[in-house]
């Protein structure tokens, strides 16, 4: 069965600071996609980053990017310059095809004036 | 704004008793995605629909059940409702043509049981 871990419950960052999130992931699939959501307190769930497992460029948005590790199955999430409104929980998901997404725990971040 | 909407947004009932979640996905999306956050379980997949066929099932209890109806809005029935089922409950949706891809989230209906 595919899992998603997210060994990192809480994270703080001071505003203007590099922050990194860690994922790792377990399958024996080889046609994937990696997500991360974003969860503000709204509670809306909110696309930050995709990334296609068959290509080996790391997916970058802005100031969020993805340091994708295929072979040791981690997709960590580095959002530079952090910002107060990046405050929330961060979830990491995995598709395979189908659609179904799997979700870790969630990274609950803070960012720190 | 995703563009996929849900209705209610909260939702306040007691046990034993059923409900109706309403989602319409955004304009051109085929696929509907339910997915229940709750403290314990985390986020789960509970149910996908593809053009009113039920595609893929997950987590889904046996009092639970969907539809998707012919313009293409989906709604989720919960019976028999238990204290466990206080979640909140989401709905996503995408194109899913090739089945990779992004799928987009309404607010979500928070669910009360007492």
């Known amino acids: 069965a595919q899992t998603v871990t997210q060994s990192q419950p809480e994270m703080s960052v001071q505003e203007a600071e590099t922050v990194t999130l860690s994922c790792t992931y377990d399958t024996s699939e080889n046609n994937y996609y990696l997500f991360w959501y974003k969860q503000p307190p709204s509670r809306q769930m909110i696309l930050v980053i995709r990334q296609e497992a068959y290509k080996q460029q790391n997916a970058t948005e802005n100031r969020f990017s993805v340091n994708f590790q295929k072979a040791a199955k981690s997709f960590s999430l580095k959002i530079s310059d952090s910002q107060l409104g990046d405050t929330a929980m961060y979830f990491c998901a995995f598709m395979t095809g189908g659609g179904k997404l799997i979700f870790g725990q969630g990274t609950e971040l803070s960012v720190k004036p | 704004d995703s563009g996929v909407t849900q209705t209610p947004k909260h939702l306040i009932t007691a046990t034993g008793q059923r409900v109706t979640l309403r989602c319409s996905p955004r304009?051109?999306?085929?696929?509907v995605y339910w997915y229940q956050q709750s403290l314990d379980q985390g986020l789960q997949f509970l149910i996908q629909y593809y053009n009113g066929e039920e595609r893929a099932k997950g987590n889904i209890l046996e009092r639970f059940s969907a539809q998707q109806f012919p313009d293409l809005h989906s709604e989720l029935n919960l019976s028999s409702l238990e204290l466990g089922d206080s979640a909140l409950y989401f709905c996503a949706s995408s194109v899913d043509l090739a089945g990779y891809e992004t799928q987009y989230f309404g607010p979500g209906t928070r669910l009360l049981v007492l």
């Open positions: 304009s051109g999306d085929l696929s």
